[in-house]
């Protein structure tokens, strides 16, 4: 089975995935998204999903105020209703 047969429908992915508000970015279905990853909070949802499911999800953040939130450590951005789940495959 290949990693994109494990995933078929949403029933199919956990109950409770990590959210990544990232501006700019879109991760389409099959598709691949190198990240850069530096930020503590973000290494550290990294290494939580590397240790169970490694899926994550992939979501805008609402607006040019949520962008700003998404930037600022501990603050938590308002996001778009919309999103996608990924799995991190390395």
Known sequence: MGLTDQYRSVADLPGTIPVFPLAGAILLPRGQLPL???EPRYLKMVDDALRGE???GMVQPDGDEAILASQIPG???KLCAV???????S
């Open 36 to 38: 850069n990853i530096f």
């Open 83 to 89: 999103g996608c789940a990924g799995r991190i495959t």
């Open 54 to 56: 490694r899926i994550i």
């Open 75 to 77: 603050k938590t951005p």
